[in-house]
């Protein structure tokens, strides 16, 4: 790519000319990057005119605005000019992109590339561009413009006639979520009246793949005719046949046909027409008041903490460990084949090897050990030697000096490969002349369970419910990629720091594939940029330790998020066929269920996913005949695993949108049916296993039923269009925490006093965002009675943290409380002795106090000793140190996975959806959650919150796309997670912190119990608004549309 | 007429973090990658590189600009400032205690780059509203915390600087 740099706009024109069709101008360049990191070809030629004279400035005559080409969208909705002579553009122009988009991207950018969203309102607003050519300056109207002229030429002005003020116009853009967004269509329409008359009409339609353009005919329609009496149905009838638009990989013609013709009436009618009543659910009677916390800074005091860690985040000082950088550390990479099912005939890497610069290159033939790896069974190559199963398996690594020469060099292997049929469909997967993803078949595991008589139970039944609900490869979205560095020690051995989330486990499967000792290795796994579930498993760690092994030095590698969308494990899809029945009362009488569930290339943990799915399978409810079957395939769908909520959110959806819909056929509210057929405390699990004490069911019920979100309040009612609708649900969830029967769940915690006097509480666990650091520091604090501040958690380092397990399954917070209260006591009382020794006191008199010891019979704050003095007083070899070895508590179930200890929420969502576009808003959210007490006020809000969000984005926006095993979604700009506009406007948290008298097992893990009951929330609260239950996720914006004109 | 070869190493200097830098890039290099892996400057983060997340963003002559979307040489003679280069403006302090006490980040990967978006928005606006707060967040992809404890600290630090600028009148 060249960079030319013109003075004047004739020399750009002249460039345009001689550089030829490849090259593309510059100006604000907020496009290209989105388009380079898609794999796009750079042009030949950049042609920067940011610094142009000529092309810059905003102005404005009596009848017209004219606006530099050069002009960014933020000075357009900045402008006096603009928002007196043209406010139809500044509203446009708002909801194009972000504020740091729009300082950068020009007005002419966004007609120069003739798909931007302002288009249409350009169009209806009559603007003219000035266009200079070899051959002079002409005036165009925009519609010649947008068929590509063949001559080079450069937009250098648009002269747009000032709007009359008797003219109505409108604009909405549709998007793929509330911000940031793409066009799914973009409208425009301006009424001039006279008199109530329509003189002239301007509509048009425009926006991403929308070919922007007038729609002359229904303009023709509504000229002439009485504003007052116009036929709006009729226009929107006539609109939706005029607008000519495609699908694409996310939305249909046919939706966008309908939406924008909706919106278009929308904008200039004020009014939809037709009408929708919300408030279809049956409203619950209020419960008595349940003793619960609502969790905030004010309501906190002093329970609320800054988390240590958190002013070096809100600094940019803390590394993170893809932040490692010296002189001395090479640059891996990885070549993928994008293949997604292919078979390996020959890998020749020799002219990779000879490049200048590349101090190594490994393949499948320079591993030692096992060339597999994956946590339940390990089915999963290191570097695939044979065959590549998914789009992303990696073939081959490269180190190399820097980044550059890297990429040079996979370009520069060879592999020859034949390709083989893909796998796409986890059903078809299943048939058995599939082609197979593995040797022995595509069925990964399964799962069933048959109990009662099911066929007699729906035979006695007053209602049956059917639904196949769908949902999606959700993407984790962790903000910093896999990644980081390996270094060779100087033993032989090797260290390896990379963001993960059980870093003794990630040892043990390096050393199978190094085949090396592994207590030659030592793996650094904190501070990891979020996990959520997407760095259980090995991710960049098997190719950078090879890499740094035989370069002999270290190799630093961060998947860029390109590479994290095509490489990294996703949720699993899962669709659940459940048939629900009930007797005239509403009792449940027979429950089946089929999961399927696509588990990708490798299994990874996807079969404790399924387990975990099928044990939720009634929800907390009793059904005297139960059958189940649940498939895991092998596709060549990309890779999936954990994810948070890992499986129980995915069945909780569907079971708590069937109890909403046969509440529905009974004449019962939410809570009643749902109370009728709860667990009752002391009863057996789902699979017959014993379960905790502290069951919380009923209380969730309560404070469900006395939610204020079950009435319409005018606050709700002021911040809602007047095409939507609003509509209330609720949704009842319990979570298993730990691994279950059947896994290894033990862990190791220690307290030390370090040599400088600070408590050190070692934990071989994770700090991944969810407060890990501040509930060890709260937890140690408040056993042993001193200050948090004394507190120094030592995290995430085999070399220095014992076995903790793995930060994962909502364990991590039981591990630290379990740990405390069996190390604090005894470590205190050798506190004690030491400063009783020290000092010359009975230890019986001493007590820990912020700071160090203090006499026990006083109030005193200051310490007799502080614990620095009291570390230096330690003798050569001396320590203090206690260390307790424990299981995770699990039940007596054996012939499966069953979960012992439960967390227990309810989720009640007021949402709005739009009867114009399908879309639905999610107002408010409120979680009531009961897991024991809470240990760090913040940190616990904080899952809530945030799993409430990420649950928001299953329902509503995310999907990772899939076709043919090739990746439709590659980045961000076509993965949409939630922005600030997508949140909710208001959420509240409450936390039910009490223990049943004697339950000796403390806090409940916090982790996923705010994901979990987000989304069956959402969908019954859709349904108290339009009558129906969106059974596919990501909900379809055009299934809505066709629920809301069932409804009307 | 000034014609810059891709194969060509281009000089750059610009001032960061209120330091002149001399450096050389090609044409196709981003700010981010320069930062990053040529200054080792990683407290700017690296998310997307389309653009898209917000995580690289740097104060680009006293603006919030995504640095992977401006290529280097887009750079020369820009003053930049990343998250840690915050401390000379007067806003910074108020925007970073505020995040803090509300307890606003977790894994805080995102927050360098949602301090950056907050002291562009409150250096340049000392009133802003709840909505002001919300247009400058839009770039700023967290997956962590829902946004609503982001939002709580915009809030407290907006109160903050509103309160400060009322005072100094």
Known sequence: MRIFKPETPSQAVTMLAEAGPQARLSAGSSAFQAEWSLGKPRPTALIDISGLDGLSGIVATDSAVTIGANVTLSEIIASPEVAEGCPLLAEAARRVGATTIRHRATLGGNIGWRIGCLLPALLVLGAELEVLTEDGTQTVPLADWLVPPSAPALLTGVVIPCQNAETRTGFRKIGLRAAFTPSVIAVAGSLSLKDGIVEAARLAVGGGPVPAARLAEAEQRLTGQRYDAVDWSAVRVAIEAEIAAPDDTFRSARYRKRAGANALVGVLSGNLPGEIRGGRTLRPKPAPPIDEFHLSRAEGGNRWHIRSDLPAKIAAELPYLTDARRDDMLVGAVLRLDEPHARILSIDTSAAEALAGVKAVVTHRDIKGENSFGIVFPDQPALCSDKVRYAGDPVAGVAAVDRETALKALALIKVDYEVLPVVSDPLAALDWDAERVHENGNLASTIELDRGDIDAGFASAAHVVEEVYVMPRQMHGFMETEGGYAEPAPDGGLAVFAGGQYGVRDRQQLARILAMPEDKIRVVTSPTGGGFGGKDELTVQPALALLALKANAPVRMQWTRAESVLAGTKRNPMKIRMRTACDADGMLLAQEVDILADSGAYASLSPGVLETAHEHACGPYISPNVKTLGRLAYTNNGTCGAFRGFGANQMTYAIECQMDRLAAFCGLDPIEIRRRNLREPGMPGFLGQKVAPTERLTEMLDAAASSPLWQETPQARSQIRSDEIIGAGMALNYQGNGLGTIPHDEAIGRLVLGRDGRIEAHFGLDEMGQGLIPSIHAAVADKLGCAREDICAVIGDTAATPDSGSTTASRGGYVVWKGTELTAPPFSAKLLAKAADLLGRDAADLKVIPGGIADAATNSQVPLITFAALADGLKPGESIVEEAEFAFPKSDYTKGNARFIFAYGATLARVAVDRATGEVRVLDLELHTAAGPVIDLAAYLGQMEGGMVQGLGFTLTEDVLIKDGRFLTTNYDNYFMPTVRDAPERMATFALEDLDPGDPFGPRGAGEIGISSVTPAIANAVADAIGRWPAVTPFRPEDILDFCEAAE | ?169
């Open chain 2, 1 to 169: 007429m000034s014609t810059i070869l891709a194969t060509d190493v281009i000089p750059l200097r610009f001032r960061l973090n209120g330091e002149d830098v001399e450096t050389t890039v090609t044409a196709e290099t981003s700010l981010t990658r320069v930062l990053r892996d040529t200054l080792f400057k990683t407290e700017t983060k690296i998310g997307c590189e389309a653009g898209r997340c917000g995580a690289c963003m740097v104060l680009m002559n006293g603006r919030p600009a995504n640095s992977c979307l401006v290529m280097a040489w887009q750079a020369e003679d820009a003053e930049i400032v990343t998250g840690a280069g915050l401390d000379a403006l007067p806003v910074t302090e108020i925007v970073r205690e505020a995040l803090a006490e509300e307890s606003a980040f977790q894994c805080g990967y995102c927050a360098p780059g949602f301090v950056i978006s907050l002291v562009g928005l409150l250096s340049e606006n000392p009133q802003a509203t709840r909505e002001d707060v919300l247009t400058a967040l839009e770039g700023n992809i967290c997956r962590c915390t829902g946004y609503h404890s982001i939002l709580r600290g915009a809030m407290l630090a907006a109160a903050r600087v509103a309160e400060r600028a009322s005072e100094t009148q």
